[in-house]
């Protein structure tokens, strides 16, 4: 079922999350028990990250380097569809531009079809990590806006080789990010937001928005983009802080604001544990408040942990 539809039929606020992919070698076990954990709060959707390749250097004979290109979170597809068919929840993949050429994100969309998956979140992808900077493949999309619209043409039957007749029409249901703290290269938000409109007006159904701590945030930034004459559905992206060092890894990371508050209570938390506890407070205090100005979904960033989620799923739903 479409993520619109869910929204479309919900009588209150959905439950989400999303899961990374183990990393390579481990098995799909803790992908399920996450999973497992959190079925009691009845999740609509559950979200897969896409990690694309990294480069690693190893040293050879003589000791020189050799550089070479490692994913090390491959399986986004297969856990879509073991997901899915395991447990009956519909999975969103996240598919991006970056190390893909425009053939091979045809053929993983091919895929998906095939397993059965009708939700996307169509992303431009994160530089290289050594890189700094995003660079698209020679025969690849620039920006998520370019994949949209590859998606689009595909469900309307039109492939890469305009020969190909009869062609299955797929049916993907488009969610796209946002930004409520601004996209970190965007020049401003006024810039950003007319970016965000033009895939909307492309075919974009529904938009994620990347983890922010202070809500009022979240609501600038949906009021900002009602103004613009973006109606679809705006689901916020949440997360528990954790640890004492995400107060400057998630804004490195993530561009994120850390609101003055919050810093401080973390700063007086004694131990890892009473971190992790006003970690989780706060985040029931802003989901309590999200759910309460009726929001789509609240969409937990689990980063693979399920046991924080759920106590705020608890304290919520
Ligand atoms: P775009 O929409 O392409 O925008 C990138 C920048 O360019 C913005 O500043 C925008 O304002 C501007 N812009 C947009 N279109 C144009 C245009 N046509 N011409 C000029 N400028 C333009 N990354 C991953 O690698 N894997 C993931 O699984 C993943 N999941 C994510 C999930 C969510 C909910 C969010 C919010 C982010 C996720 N990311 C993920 C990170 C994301 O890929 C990065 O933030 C990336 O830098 C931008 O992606 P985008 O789709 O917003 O890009």
Redesign the pocket.
């Known amino acids: 079922m479409k993520i619109t539809q869910h929204i479309a039929e919900a009588k209150d606020t959905l439950f989400s999350f999303?899961l990374l992919p183990p990393l390579k070698g481990e098995n799909i076990q803790r992908i399920h028990s996450t999973v497992e954990k959190l079925m009691e709060f009845n999740p609509s959707f559950v979200?897969v990250?896409?990690?694309?390749e990294e480069y690693v250097y190893r040293e050879v004979d003589g000791g020189l380097l050799e550089k070479r290109t490692v994913r090390k979170r491959p399986g986004t597809v297969g856990i879509c569809a073991a997901i899915h068919h395991k447990y009956d929840i519909d999975t969103v993949p996240?598919i991006?531009?970056?190390g893909f050429s425009k053939e091979e994100t045809e053929n993983a969309l091919i895929d998906l079809d095939f397993v059965g998956v009708d939700n996307l979140?169509?992303?431009?992808?994160?530089p290289i990590r050594s890189e700094g900077r995003?660079k698209a493949e020679a025969d690849g999309h620039a920006?998520?806006?370019?994949l949209l619209n590859q998606v689009i043409s595909m469900n309307r039957g039109q492939y890469l080789d305009p020969d190909l007749r009869n062609t299955n029409s797929t049916d993907f249901c488009i969610g796209?990010?946002?930004?409520p703290e601004k996209?970190?290269?965007?020049p401003n938000m006024a810039?950003?937001l007319r970016?965000?409109k033009?895939?909307v007006e492309d075919g974009a159904e529904y938009i994620?928005?990347?983890m922010f701590f202070d809500n009022d945030a979240y609501f600038r930034f949906v009021e900002a983009c009602r103004e613009q004459g973006i109606t679809i559905p705006i689901i916020p992206?949440i997360k528990p802080l954790a640890t004492r060092n995400q107060l400057n890894v998630l804004p490195q990371n993530f561009y994120v604001n850390m609101p003055d508050e919050l810093v401080r209570m973390v700063e007086d938390a004694k131990t890892p544990d009473d971190v992790r506890e006003v970690g989780i407070e706060w985040c029931i205090k802003q989901a309590k408040e999200l759910k309460a100005r009726g929001v789509p979904s609240l969409h937990f960033y689990t980063m693979g942990r399920a046991e924080p989620t759920a106590r705020i799923a608890r304290a919520v739903f």
């Open positions: 999303e979200d990250t896409y990690h694309r996240h991006i531009c970056g979140l169509v992303l431009r992808g994160d995003f920006y998520a806006i370019d796209v990010a946002g930004y996209h970190f290269e965007a810039s950003d970016w965000l033009r895939k994620i928005t990347q992206g």
